[in-house]
């Protein structure tokens, strides 16, 4: 069965820096795009960012380019999310999401699911 264990939130201040950490097993990781997505109180799920199976691709949502970067080490099975400058909107939970396999981020293939039980990210101002 698919397993994701996100790691690396914590209460920072705005301005600081966090890398979130996703832990990937039960399926051939190195096959499929991965994505994280974030959660507010009383908000819906949110796409943050994305990576390719094959890593050569990579989206983000408008509000934190330039600002985070997803990457992946297939050798470790583990995408993380460095985020930089963090803002108080950034306040979530943040969730790691198994994508397609060998989706490429392409439009029609944008599937994510088996999410993981999300890291807490708390920035205050």
């Known amino acids: 069965q698919v397993q994701l264990v996100e790691s690396g939130g914590g209460l920072v201040q705005a301005g600081d820096s966090l890398r979130l950490s996703c832990a990937a097993s039960?399926?051939?990781?190195?096959?499929?795009?991965m994505g994280w997505f974030r959660q507010a109180p009383g908000k819906e799920r949110e796409f943050v960012a994305a990576?390719?199976?094959?890593?050569?691709?990579?989206d983000y949502v408008d509000s934190v380019k330039g600002r985070f970067t997803i990457s992946r080490d297939n050798a470790k099975n583990t995408v993380y999310l460095q985020m930089n400058s963090l803002l108080p909107e950034d306040t979530a939970v943040y969730y790691c999401?198994?994508?397609?396999?060998?989706?490429?981020?392409?439009?029609?293939?944008?599937?994510?699911?088996?999410w993981g039980q999300g890291t807490q990210v708390t920035v205050s101002s």
């Open positions: 990576i390719s199976w094959s890593g050569r691709t990579t």
């Open positions: 999401g198994q994508g397609s396999p060998y989706g490429g981020l392409h439009p029609k293939k944008r599937n994510f699911g088996s």
């Open positions: 039960g399926y051939t990781f190195t096959s499929y795009d």
